[in-house]
């Protein structure tokens, strides 16, 4: 009985106490994001050259940005989205207290162009852009590094405080420059000679992606990671384990002429990157999934890729264009259960020339036997010169006699690679 007697008179004491009783002790929950949104927006105008900006989209690709933000609300940032967005923009930015602090873009900023809806802008899907966000919940944060999450998309925005206006300045030319020096390697396919062991590797310099393919007993093991890069460094988003030993990025990234190798170190051992012309091992099944999509429309920015030179062919430079086309097994135009491929170009025509190519797939290659024209690829601007030879020049690489091997690197892209020397390629996605 006593025991109920206590229980009693301990809820009676309980409900006595008024709710300001204990705020003092515990703070009001709107108060504390309140004063922890102070204290973030104190750390982003405190960094007097500003930041390094990481940002890892939903879409699996990384984009480098500087920000510098001041105390009116405004932010002035670079990014290495296009050449358009190496120039300094200013926009506004403030921050809310939700459930966790956030940082919002709250006016349109290269962040935004990401996530534009229109594919002529960046891109990205028809209506979803890139899969990118413009407001980012903190996660964490130390005094040089802040943690953040999109939340809409679930990208990862990771700021790093710049050290000098030097540093600042050389963010995008550095990404610029490793990319640069990966795209030496004259072909697709590459080999990573690492600790004893040689390895397969699949490096995307524009979406900044890696993996390396591994084999024990033949089995191939993929592991993947995107990267950022810091000076002559490939950061690792996610670490990579080879043999006994993991890498949290290549560091010292250099480029040797006379041995045509990438040279670097990662985990204090020597990494060596070198070309090849054949991959050691080739899923045959990816090229038969890739013709069976019916009514699914690819694009392609940069067209084709040769001796690591993007869009090598300047289709880029043809007026108002857009992207590169691949619409599989559509019924569009008359041709049913055929593929059309062509150039779009932004407020001119929708689809500025189109072919009809027919791929026969046999034993994971894929083969071009006929390509021929539509409508509009005799018409302006494809009939004059250099137009007329570039939008050629294209559909002839589709016309490659060994075909194409067919890549899926990440979920939702993919490669055609020469079979020839892997040293013609185009991107999908």
Known sequence: MKRYIYGLLLLIAFA???????????????????????????????????????LATNGEEVYT??????DKNRTTMTADINAATVAAKESSYRLK??????????????????QDPDPGVSGGGAGQGRLSDFEFAFVSASADTIKLEGTFNKSQLLLVRSKSQAETDQTLAAATAVASTINKIRTYFKRLAFDGVEYE????????????????????TVQSSLYYVDGLNMVFLKPIVLGSTTLAGLSGISYDA??????????????????????????????????????????STNAFTKDGVADYLGVKSIPGYQFFI????????????????????????????????????????????????????????????????????TMANLKLPDGFYVIQPRAGVYDFVSVADARIWIQFQ
Request: charged letters at 15%; hydrophobic letters at 40%; a positive charge.
């Open 201 to 220: 590797v699949n490096i995307d310099a524009s979406s900044k992606s890696f993996a390396v393919t591994s084999f024990t007993g033949g089995v191939p």
């Open 65 to 70: 940005f500087t920000l510098k933000f001041d």
């Open 97 to 114: 207290s939700m459930q966790r602090p956030t940082l919002l873009f709250d006016t349109y900023s290269y962040l935004h162009v990401l």
């Open 258 to 299: 006379a041995g045509s190798v990438v040279n670097a170190t990662a985990g204090g051992k020597p990494a060596v990157i070198k070309e090849a012309i054949a991959p050691i091992s080739y899923n045959k099944s990816v090229a038969a999934t890739f013709a069976s999509f019916v009514g699914k429309q690819w694009r």
């Open 326 to 393: 691949y619409w599989a097994n559509t019924n569009a135009l008359g041709a049913p259960n055929r593929d059309l491929i062509g150039f779009v170009r932004a407020n001119i025509d929708y689809y500025g020339g189109f072919t009809l190519p027919k791929p026969e797939v046999n034993n994971g290659i894929m083969k071009y036997v006929q390509v021929g024209n539509t409508a509009g690829i005799n018409g302006a601007p494809y009939n004059v010169a250099p137009n007329n030879t570039k939008a050629a020049s």
């Open 16 to 54: 006595g106490c008024s709710k300001s009783e204990f705020e003092p002790k515990l703070g009001n929950p709107d108060e504390r994001l309140s004063e922890q949104s102070k204290a973030y927006q104190a750390q982003l105008t405190g960094a007097a050259f500003g930041w390094k900006g990481f």
